[in-house]
C-alpha cells in the first residue's frame, strides 16, 4: 500500500502562483511514475503532469506546458507541482497519483495504482 497526501491547494487570483506537494508513504517511493490529475466540476479527471520513475523524464498537459512544472524528491517521497501564469480554467481538485514501474500511457487514470484524497485549487479571475 501507499498512502499518498495532497496540500497547498487554495484560492488565488489569475496569474499568481501556487506549489502542491503530495507526501507519500508506504513501498519504495522512487519505483513509482508520479502523476497529478485534475477533476473540474463536471468534467472527467485529466492528466496534468508526470515524472517517470526510472529517469525522472516528465510529460504535461499541452494546456500547462511552459507554467507548470513537476518534480520530486525521492529522499523525501514527496513530488510537487509548481503552478505559475494560473487560469481561472486552471480551477479544479487536483490528485496525485502513484503508476508502479509505470513506462507507458502516463495520461491513463486506470493505469495508477494509488490516489491522494485531492486538494482544490480555485484561480479567480
Known amino acids: 500500500q501507499v498512502q499518498l497526501v495532497e496540500s497547498g491547494g487554495g484560492l488565488v487570483q489569475a496569474g499568481g502562483s501556487l506549489r502542491l506537494s503530495c507526501a507519500a508513504s508506504?513501498?519504495?517511493?522512487?519505483?513509482?511514475?508520479m502523476g497529478w490529475f485534475r477533476q473540474a466540476a463536471g468534467k472527467e479527471r485529466e492528466s496534468v503532469a508526470v515524472?517517470?520513475?526510472?529517469?525522472?523524464?516528465?510529460y504535461y498537459a499541452d494546456s500547462v506546458k511552459g507554467r507548470f512544472t513537476i518534480s520530486r524528491d525521492n529522499a523525501k517521497n514527496t513530488v510537487s507541482l509548481q503552478m505559475n501564469s494560473l487560469k481561472p480554467e486552471d480551477t479544479a481538485v487536483y490528485y496525485c497519483?502513484?503508476?508502479?514501474?509505470?513506462?507507458?500511457?502516463?495520461?491513463?487514470?486506470?493505469?495508477?495504482?494509488?490516489w491522494g484524497q485531492g486538494t482544490q485549487v480555485t484561480v479567480s479571475s
Open positions: 497519483a502513484a503508476y508502479y514501474r509505470g513506462s507507458y500511457r502516463y495520461a491513463d487514470t486506470d493505469r495508477y495504482d494509488y
Open positions: 515524472i517517470t520513475w526510472s529517469y525522472g523524464s516528465t
Open positions: 508506504g513501498r519504495t517511493f522512487s519505483d513509482y511514475t
